[in-house]
Antibody, heavy 122, light 110 residues
Framework: QVQLVESGGGVVQPGTSLRLSCAASGFTFGNFGMHWVRQAPGKGLEWVAMIYFDGSDKYYSNSVKGRFTVSRDNSKNRLYLEMNSLRAEDTALYYC???????????????WGQGTLVTVSS | SYVLTQVPSVSVAPGQTATITCGGNNIGSKSVHWYQQKSGQAPVLVVY???DRPSGIPERISGTNFGNTATLTISRAEAGDEADYYCQVWDGPRDQRLVIFGGGTKVTVL
């Protein structure tokens, strides 16, 4: 079955960087767009970024644009999120989520991984 | 930017119907998707494209979308329906596409 396993979270200081990874299995990774969605403790869902199936297009939320970079390695079935200039408000559980297909507009997203926790604190 | 508005909480008695709304400007022109998130778990898609259900989702859960309001309806509510529910759409021009989530509605089955 489809599995998405995030890793790379941890406790970091403001202004530093962190790289998250998502290992995908159970499907042809290179055929699907992928997303990162985060959830601050006790808060709702916030979409972070998405990347097309082939990496040709990438989109970011306004809150992370210019600081975060999404990428993928289809040969390794891996999705990444490079996070720079981290702020306290980036503290959240970060989910890796598969797109309905390659990444067309209006798609639903599912399934979701279990998330990796990022805590930004001095 | 586009905003989706959900009421923070809804209570329902077992066996009754819970109605969860998601308001947005002309949301009826968009495809709305709904996710259920139980405590301590990752979200799960329960309705997509306004009213379709993924396999495994009971027919008791249904969706509509018209005008400025999308609605998720849970009929014959059960204790297992207790969860947070989020609506989701896409917005933006071709070079600035965004995924938008509503603030979520906590459903309590009394």
């Amino acid at each position: 079955q489809v599995q998405l396993v995030e890793s790379g979270g941890g406790v970091v200081q403001p202004g530093t960087s962190l790289r998250l990874s998502c290992a995908a299995s159970g499907f042809t990774f290179g055929n699907f767009g992928m997303h990162w969605v985060r959830q601050a403790p006790g808060k709702g869902l916030e979409w972070v970024a998405m990347i097309y199936f082939d990496g040709s297009d990438k989109y970011y939320s306004n809150s992370v644009k210019g600081r975060f970079t999404v990428s993928r390695d289809n040969s390794k079935n891996r999705l990444y999120l490079e996070m720079n200039s981290l702020r306290a408000e980036d503290t959240a559980l970060y989910y890796c989520v598969r797109d309905k297909d390659g990444g067309a507009f209006a798609n639903w997203i599912d399934p979701w991984g279990q998330g990796t926790l990022v805590t930004v604190s001095s | 930017s586009y905003v989706l508005t959900q009421v923070p909480s809804v209570s329902v008695a077992p066996g009754q119907t819970a109605t969860i709304t998601c308001g947005g400007n002309n949301i009826g022109s968009k495809s709305v998707h709904w996710y259920q998130q139980k405590s301590g778990q990752a979200p799960v898609l329960v309705v997509y494209d306004d009213s379709d259900r993924p396999s495994g989702i009971p027919e008791r859960i249904s969706g509509t979308n018209f005008g400025n309001t999308a609605t998720l309806t849970i009929s014959r509510a059960e204790a297992g329906d207790e969860a947070d529910y989020y609506c989701q759409v896409w917005d933006g021009p071709r070079d600035q596409r965004l995924v938008i989530f509503g603030g979520g509605t906590k459903v309590t089955v009394l």
